[in-house]
């Protein structure tokens, strides 16, 4: 769900010490550019670890969760979208003291299915060209690859930016807290192969297709964007799940909608992605 981090950055000024920062790229660009005009800040934030993101999900997006499996929002005591393993499970404990686990992701009945092909997702996550948290000091997310399937305990990819960054992983090698082993570009974009593309080939696209619909988008310098079917497809589409699930009378006909389907609605995106590259 959405955080904000200005409250963050008001208890870094407020405080004394040295902090390190986590966030989505949204976070580190606000976070870098406030370093640029607020006093003192800059001196304060020494270390910034970026995680990878394809998009965000709104709190309707829980709601609409809470809503298909037979949850009122009252009932709930905790709720953890990830843990249990990996990619692992989302937690809803009810106060009666029964729990509710919902697999992640990899399945029919997986709870991302709902929002892999963007239902949910905030009109600007549809504008952002930053999967990889490219202004951190340390970037890290998930490993999507096939060969990790298996793994319960998971393979995190991790890019150290700057000297900084690759001076604190040295530093946590050498004491043991992580396990580090090198991989080529090839094997991390690989990682994010999907959202990557969704993230910078098919953008200019995109923001083409939003300016015509009157939204405001950021100046971006980008190449022309193929007008090809492929391409438009993979412009529509995401901002056609956006209005369904933004529009509270069409929100509330997906509840109606199996959890298998909307992977196969998905399954339509990859299936666009992975041709829209074959043509490139």
Request: proline letters at 4%; hydrophobic letters at 40%; glycine letters at 8%.
């Amino acid at each position: 769900c959405p955080v904000a981090l200005n409250e963050g950055l008001k208890c870094i000024l407020e405080e004394k010490g040295k902090f390190a920062v986590v966030g989505l790229p949204c976070h580190i660009h606000g976070i870098r550019k406030a370093e640029e005009h607020v006093e003192g800040l800059s001196e304060k934030i020494v270390l910034h670890i970026g995680l990878f993101c394809s998009h965000t999900v709104n709190f309707m997006g829980t709601d609409f969760l809470l809503k298909k499996f037979g949850v009122r929002r009252d009932e709930v005591a905790k709720l953890d979208y990830r843990g249990r393993g990996w990619p692992g499970f989302m937690s809803i404990q009810l106060k009666n003291g029964s729990a509710l686990n919902v697999q992640f992701t990899r399945g029919w009945k997986a709870y991302w299915n709902v929002f892999s092909p963007f239902f949910f997702t905030p009109l600007r996550c549809m504008m952002c060209s930053d999967q990889f948290g490219e202004l951190s000091d340390i970037s890290v997310g998930d490993a999507w690859l096939s060969e990790l399937k298996g793994d319960d305990l998971g393979e995190s990819v991790l890019i150290a930016r700057t000297a900084v960054g690759e001076e604190v992983l040295t530093l946590m090698e050498n004491s043991g807290v992580v396990s580090l082993k090198a991989v080529s570009p090839s094997k991390v974009k690989e990682s994010q192969a999907f959202s990557l593309n969704f993230k910078k080939e098919n953008l200019s696209g995109r923001l083409s297709f939003l300016r015509m619909l009157g939204k405001k988008t950021p100046d971006i310098d980008l190449k022309p964007h193929s007008s090809s079917l492929l391409n438009l497809l993979g412009a529509f589409l995401p901002c056609l799940s956006f209005h369904i699930s933004s529009n509270k009378r069409l929100r509330s006909l997906l509840l109606y909608v199996p959890l298998p389907l909307f992977r196969i609605y998905f399954g339509l995106f990859m299936c666009i992605f992975l041709l829209s590259r074959r043509r490139s």
